[in-house]
Nanobody, 116 residues
Framework: QVQLVESGGGLVQAGGSLRLSCAAS????????MGWYRQAPGKQRELVAD??????TNYAESVKGRFTISRDNVKNTVLQMNSLKPEDTAVYYC???????????WGQGTQVTVSS
């Protein structure tokens, strides 16, 4: 299995920046894709960005040009969030897909609040 621990998040004014980090442990060399999802109150969880083991990235349209996902090694991923908007307010979850069956593991979530 893969365990994920997020850090970062918090309260920021619109236009500000935040950095989320996620550290994986366990079967880290079986991780295929790491990513970030978010869930706002009353809404479904949605993909924000992900990055494959080969470095290919994928972003939600709403965050393109403002957020950047990166992996600094096989087990850590970072989401740099700039030009934050109130609609970015949500609980952000780190996600890993691993193994030949692309199983999923989730972090505990971290709150991001953007005030207007």
């Amino acid at each position: 299995q893969v365990q994920l621990v997020e850090s970062g998040g918090g309260l920021v004014q619109a236009g500000g920046s935040l950095r989320l980090s996620c550290a994986a442990s366990g079967r880290i060399f079986s991780i295929n894709v790491m990513g970030w999802y978010r869930q706002a109150p009353g809404k479904q969880r949605e993909l924000v960005a992900d990055i494959s083991s080969g470095g290919s990235t994928n972003y939600a349209e709403s965050v393109k040009g403002r957020f950047t996902i990166s992996r600094d090694n096989v087990k850590n991923t970072v989401l740099q969030m700039n030009s934050l908007k109130p609609e970015d307010t949500a609980v952000y979850y780190c996600n890993a897909r691993f193994g030949p069956s692309d199983l999923r593991s989730w972090g505990q979530g971290t709150q991001v609040t953007v005030s207007s």
